[in-house]
C-alpha cells in the first residue's frame, strides 16, 4: 500500500511569518510555522515533518509537492551536496543545510516518491495543504493561536512551531 500525501510551505513575505503543511486527509494533517522565515524552508519543513510522522510505517510514501526545489533538493541535488560536504557546485555552502541534513537522515531506508503538482489549480490533496500552510503563516502574522492538525494517529503532534510560538524568555534583571 501507498500513504499518498501533499506537502506544502507558505511565506508572507518571502522571509515573513511562515507556514508548512502536510496533508493525507481530514483526519491525517499538521501544520506549523514560524513568526519569520522564507518559503523554502517551509516547503523542505512541510516534507520533513511528513516523513517523521509516518517514520514507523511500512508503506510507501507518495509525497505531492508543488515546490521543484523541495523535490529536488531531496531527489536530484542532496546526494552530490553530500558529497562535496554540503556544498553547492560552484563550492558555495548549501542553503538550508541543517532541514536539508534532516531530509537526508529522514529519507534513509524510506521508500519515498514525490510527485510535481502544479499549485493553485485546484488539485484537491495540494489545496488542502496549502490552505494549512498559509492559515499558519497567518496565524503566526496576527500573533494568534496556530492550527497544528490530527497529525498522525497514535502519534502525538509535534511541530517545529511549537518553540517559536512559545514567547521569548524574560531576559535576566540587570539590577
Known sequence: MTIRA??????LGNPGPAGWAWYVDDDRWAAGGWPRNTNNVGELTAV?????????EDDDL???CDSQYAIKACTEWMAGWKRKGWRKAD????????IIKELDEALQGRRVTFEWVRGHVGHVMNEAADIR????????????PVPSGPGWPGKPVTTVSAEAAAPAAEPPALF
Open 91 to 98: 563550492g558555495k555552502p548549501v542553503m538550508n543545510v541543517e
Open 133 to 144: 500552510a498559509r492559515t499558519a503563516a497567518e496565524a503566526f502574522q496576527r500573533r494568534g
Open 62 to 64: 507518495l509525497i505531492l
Open 48 to 56: 520533513l515533518e511528513l516523513l517523521r510522522a509516518t517514520a514507523d
Open 6 to 11: 501533499a506537502a506544502d510551505g507558505s511565506a
